[in-house]
């Protein structure tokens, strides 16, 4: 099986395709509600299924006033 690559500042996982990527997220102990995920550029949603191959990248979420 093929798997997808996450990459989250200098850290990087090859996962499994197949899960939402909020199930994967929290097997990497990450907080879906702080990262924004995008995938080719495109932002994506946490429910979306990681497909094989799949290069997705994690960005912080920054928030200020």
Known sequence: MEKAHIVFHRQE???ASGLT?????????????????????QVITA???????????LVNVVAGG
């Open 21 to 41: 990527l909020r199930e994967t997220l929290e097997r990497l102990g990450i907080d879906a509600e702080q990262v924004v995920p995008l995938r080719n550029r």
């Open 13 to 15: 996982w090859f996962v």
């Open 47 to 57: 429910t979306t299924t990681i497909m094989p191959g799949d290069e997705i990248k």
